[in-house]
């Protein structure tokens, strides 16, 4: 008999943390399926900087502004970050490195509108374009605020790249992200990623696959 579990993943595209904690969760559940437990992943938004401005912000600026650390400490949180990522298979482009990188923080909007259509396609598709937006952010160092990276991205993992154009270029989606993103808040939650199981169960954080495993485990056997 299989246990099946639903799993939100409360998360920005241009969150770190969130790609870490996505490639931990994959590995949580690959170890877990060979035990007759079923996962259905729903990707849910959740906006860092939802007043960003168009043109986005320097990341090391944004970084020290945001959370009042010195630049020193920034960089070294990118290095832990860039270490963790590179331990579960991401890679991290830093802003220093030649030819690009993450160097600017932007507004991610319109990226989770796309998200929310994705997911009305299949979920398999929406899971597709948010690994590879986190791929085009982090590790190509391109703007998950661009209609032209947006609209390439989604072609590149089989979306409708005409479909994806008319709904950036409108205000399509917009209502039902922002009514996901209020409810999450109203949740408690303000800080991502943020794992919900069973629409119960919090896990907050990159955790390592031994959590979510134990956690998805433990979940799945008390029905």
Known sequence: MTTPLKIDFVSDVSCPWCAIGLKSLDEAITRVGNDNITTELHFQPFELNPKMVPEGQ???????EKYGISP??????????????????FKFSMADEPGGGRSRIYNTFDAHR????????SPAKQKALKEALFKAYFTDGQSPGSHEVLVRVAGEVGLDVDKAREILASDTYAAEVREREQ????QGIHSVPAIIINDRHLISG?????????ALRQIAAAG
């Open 58 to 64: 320097e990341i090391t600026e944004h970084i020290t």
């Open 72 to 89: 020193a400490q920034a960089q070294a949180n990118r290095e832990n970050i860039r270490v963790r990522g590179e331990q579960v298979g």
């Open 206 to 214: 990159g955790q390592p696959a031994e959590v979510f495993e134990q």
């Open 114 to 121: 796309l998200l929310h259509w994705a997911e009305l396609v």
């Open 183 to 186: 409810f999450y808040q109203r």
